[in-house]
């Protein structure tokens, strides 16, 4: 793809971290998702240590992201995000857990005049303790960012463009991209997705200490939107 090679309507970004059984179904339920529609899919290898990245079949509108290790969800999504180039950006997660079939309905919302769409998963194909651990975690995100988002771990998200210039590169950005873009004016509405079972392997990107860490984030997200810049230009 050359600089010269119009935009594409929509850019898919795709974490990628040792996912090799699931890249293959993946693809193959995006071409059937995406049909005729306009688009690009950005693979962002996180430093994976399997063969994720042959495994994923190359085309002219397929682009790969390699980082040199393993360096997390937020880094490889904001990287994706960054390098999009469609006036619409999708997220999706690479494990087959959400559903390509849902991503004509979130483009749907934002041709309808929604800047992003938040996938939630209304029901979960997780363990009970996850399950239990994610609805407290959301319920005090949520009053306490002011986002008002029920799910924000769905990755799969849709938004407009210009979102992405709301969003700050951190640690743990990924769980506040519904805060930060709705601190920054813009509009956005959720919708319930398919979740599905995972069918390879475990987690990759897990619970950890990430109680401890997200609630350090809550609270530099709300400083951060406190002290956010708010101005508009006068007409002369």
């Not at 997200?221 to 708010?230: A, D, E």
């Amino acid at each position: 793809m050359t600089e010269s090679t119009p935009a594409p309507m929509v850019s898919l970004v795709v974490p990628v971290f040792n996912e090799q059984e699931s890249l293959p179904i993946l693809q193959s339920e995006l071409r059937a998702a995406l049909g005729g529609l306009d688009h690009e899919i950005i693979f962002v290898d996180d430093g994976s240590t399997d063969h994720s990245a042959d495994k994923i079949e190359r085309a002219p509108n397929v682009r790969i992201l390699r980082f040199e290790k393993n360096t997390g969800q937020s880094a490889a999504l904001y990287a994706g995000i960054k390098a999009a180039r469609g006036r619409t950006i999708v997220m999706i997660d690479s494990d087959l857990q959400n559903d390509p079939a849902d991503i004509t309905r979130l483009l749907a919302e934002i041709s309808r005049g929604a800047d992003l769409v938040c996938g939630y998963r209304a029901q979960r194909k997780d363990t009970l303790s996850k399950r239990l651990t994610s609805r407290i975690a959301n319920f005090v995100r949520s009053r306490f960012t002011k986002d008002y988002v029920r799910d924000t771990g769905c990755t799969l998200k849709a938004m407009r463009r210009e979102c992405a210039d709301a969003l700050v590169p951190f640690k743990g950005m990924h769980r506040f991209i519904p805060a930060l873009v709705r601190g920054a004016g813009y509009r956005l509405i959720e919708i319930p997705v398919n979740h599905r079972p995972r069918r390879f392997g475990q987690t990759k990107y897990g619970f950890g200490s990430r109680a401890a860490r997200a609630t350090m984030d809550m609270f530099g997200v709300r400083w951060l939107l406190s002290r956010r810049l708010n101005y508009k230009i006068r007409d002369l």
